[in-house]
Nanobody
Framework: QVQLVESGGGLVQAGESLRLSCAASGNIFSVNTMAWYRQAPGKQRDLVASITRGGTTVYSDSVKGRFTISRDNAKNTVYLQMNSLKPEDTAVYYC??????????????WGHGTQVTVSA
């Protein structure tokens, strides 16, 4: 089995920063694209940022210039550095990853989420 565990969420004031981490563990042959999504109450779960194994990144327009996604392939870990946080960033942040447990099997996994709350 494969597990994704997020950490680093919390309560901060507008303008402050947080750094989220997500570590993949279990039966892993390789970890391909990793990503962060977020979901606010009553809203859709949307992509925040993604990063390929080679380091190619994609950001949503709402966080571009403020957030930075990175990864450590040796640790199967993805990070999200969030700067200049705004109240509208408040959401549960979910880690997502495409994982090969064998050379021929690719599956997508979700973490359970970590709460980020930004007060005005």
């Amino acid at each position: 089995q494969v597990q994704l565990v997020e950490s680093g969420g919390g309560l901060v004031q507008a303008g402050e920063s947080l750094r989220l981490s997500c570590a993949a563990s279990g039966n892993i042959f390789s970890v391909n694209t990793m990503a962060w999504y977020r979901q606010a109450p009553g809203k859709q779960r949307d992509l925040v940022a993604s990063i390929t194994r080679g380091g190619t990144t994609v950001y949503s327009d709402s966080v571009k210039g403020r957030f930075t996604i990175s990864r450590d392939n040796a640790k199967n870990t993805v990070y999200l550095q969030m700067n200049s946080l705004k109240p509208e960033d408040t959401a549960v942040y979910y880690c997502n990853a495409d994982v090969k447990r064998t050379m021929l099997s690719l599956l997508n996994y979700w973490g359970h989420g970590t709460q980020v709350t930004v007060s005005a």
